[in-house]
């Protein structure tokens, strides 16, 4: 127990005191805490001087230290009267300890049951209860939209300075914008918490979650690992290292073994990583690190023709990040493998969309893009008209000689004189016109069209073809070759090649097409 203060103290810190008054009166509450405090000094058994300290920091709306002027007040005075019940109300309300508020309320009520400031103070009290109430609900429900709402009412509803809400409102926050996928909200929300709680391992813990599924692994080791000195037993934090530690060794031995061709061995560590990353909804189902791991994995089935494996892979991983330049690329080039070019088309425009607004992305990388954007756009249009290289089952970089070959071929499979269909024959004649003329491939190849009329494909078509001269080059040198009018040589039909086998339905008119061979880019 403090010794009671002389006359003279007592004297001296009464006349601070009504110093301290005519400075509240005039609005100038710094001034005036100054001199309550100077009074506390001096006399600091005096109730009075504590609780209008109190009242000074509420007008200032810094109800933290208003509220540890109030309990010490109390302390001291026994029973406490309703004037600092009142005030001590009204901070624990202001910092979002609802329940408490409403125990010290209704002491004051008990006392006072018409006191009409106790009674305002009741409602809105019970006002934040309701919104706290709304929102636990939501939250269980998973209804995050409504979640949010609800919390924005409780910070709407408390008087505090935004400094002083409390940090588990704020850890709410980040949970939200997690759920939602919102992951500047999510940064920015736990920026917050731990711009105004830097000491506080839960929100250190909840800013290394938000780095973990933005994928930024390492700086989400630094957090924990920080939250873990302050705090060497924390459950949550613990986790989440051994969490983040262990898909950033998983994922950097799916990059090694990728790097040296080992494609299945990467797959399996892609698949680990990603298995303890998980699809909690809490989470925003992964996340960003969720979404790279599966470009990975789809990149390295592209390389082993895994091409719908990856394929579902990229559209999940675009899902969970659909501004993602690098899996937009990979999709691309996978529906381009696919033959669906106007998907092509589209996600390589994304891609230069995206990769553009990035800022990060290279010149030369964008470059790439819109190199391959031209040719897919070629495709695109090329797949309107006859596919000439289908025709003869031959890909789009084959040398003369396969063509030449693959003519034969299918010119004896689809002659009418050997049960053959007449219309193929005439499309094998006309493929082999264009594809034999390196002018006229070229042409082709550039999807351009010819003025001359020649065709739908506009590369000499076979609507003014005369059979009897076409069946003549055929049976004129009575297996010689097709002679002088530009068929074959006089190697005729024989040797060991044969002429079964992949026809129109294998690598024909339905076969392969066309077939890239892309550098797909590291994983990142």
Known sequence: MEPAPSEDKVAQAEKIKEQGNAAFKNKQYKEAIDLYSKAIELNPSEPAYLTNRAASYIALKRFRPALADCQAAMNIQKPPPVKTLLRLARCQAALGD??????????????????????????????????????????KQCDWGMARLALDKCLQSIEADPAEVPIEWRLWRVELELARANWDGANVAANDALRQ??????????????????????????HVQQALRL?????????????????ERLKEEGNTFFKTGKFEEAIDKYTEALDVIGEVETEGKGGQIRSTLLSNRATTLVKLSRHQEALEDTDNALRLVPTSYKALRTRARINLVLENYDGAVQDFKSAIHEASAEGSTSEAEIRTLKTELKQAELDLKRSKTKDYYKILGVSRDCSSAEIKKAYRKQSLMHH??????EEKFKLVVEAHAVLSDPAKRERYDQGDDDDSGMGDAGFGGMNDVNLAELFAQFHGARGGGFGSAGGFGGGGFGGGGGFGGAGFGGQGFGGAGSRRSYSQGFPF
């Open 98 to 139: 609802s329940g408490p508020a409403m125990s010290t309320i209704r002491a004051a009520l008990s006392e006072e049951p018409t006191n009409a400031q106790a009674q305002q103070l009741q409602t809105k009290i019970e006002e934040l209860e309701g919104h706290l109430e709304k929102f636990e609900r939501a939250r």
């Open 197 to 222: 709680h830097s000491s506080s391992p839960d929100a250190l813990t909840a800013r290394g979650l938000v780095l973990f599924l933005c994928g930024k692994l390492p700086q989400a080791v630094q």
């Open 231 to 247: 705090d060497p037993g924390h459950v949550n934090a613990q986790k989440l290292r051994k969490r983040v530690k262990e898909v």
């Open 416 to 421: 009418p004189d050997k049960g053959g269909d």
